[in-house]
């Protein structure tokens, strides 16, 4: 089945530490997105990608790190530089082949990130 | 049981009832709008969407109307199921480019929390 794979659902981070989220899709979309969810609110985009080999900021980016080496894959990392990390992470991917073609984003089912 | 998803995020109906959440939205330049239903731990899932120059859209039980008069935006869902209780977003792509990109970033409502009744 086509979808979109976030691993792992929960995981946890130590003071100090990188920790990375795998995001993978076999949907063969171009874009791909990273938010955070916050109990009780909206999504935030943290970062987002139109094609391989290239990325942009989303609204929140500051603390977190991406790559596109690949189009089915789109990681995130959470850095040390982002001091409060707990959160629901959610990866999204969309069509978008001409940039103006009004498709839905399809999800993941999240990872969850906690303190220790 | 109505609700405006901005100022009165839950809603509780009778299985059964209809349902209808209410999202406003503030860009008159968006033309593209898109409801998700989200269970608890899950990521949101797509229910249905509209282009701007439609006012209604109907899909399984679900209607979604659209008043760029008032920018307001409304998902009705009919007889109501257990099944159905959830978070329910609404959001918007806007056509204008943003930041120097063209690409149509969705924007997101808080949500409403629907729960049903048995």
Known sequence: DGGITQSPKYLFRKEGQNVTLSCEQNLNHDAMYWYRQDPGQGLRLIYYSQIVNDFQKGDIAEGYSVSREKKESFPLTVTSAQKNPTAFYLCASSIDRDRVSNQPQHFGDGTRLSIL | ?118
């Open chain 2, 1 to 118: 049981g109505e609700s405006v998803g901005l100022h009165l995020p839950t809603l509780s109906v009778q299985e059964g009832d209809n349902s209808i959440i209410n999202c406003a939205y503030s860009n008159s330049a968006s033309d593209y709008f898109i409801w998700y239903k989200q269970e608890s731990g899950k990521g949101p899932q797509f229910i249905i969407d509209i282009r701007s120059n439609m006012d209604k859209r109907q899909g399984q039980r679900v209607t979604v109307l659209l008043n760029k008069t008032v920018k307001h935006l409304s998902l009705q869902i009919a007889a109501t199921q257990p099944g159905d209780s959830a978070v329910y977003f609404c959001a918007e792509k806007r056509s204008r480019s943003d930041r120097g990109s063209t690409l149509g970033r969705l924007y997101f409502g808080r949500g409403t929390q629907l729960t049903v009744w048995p």
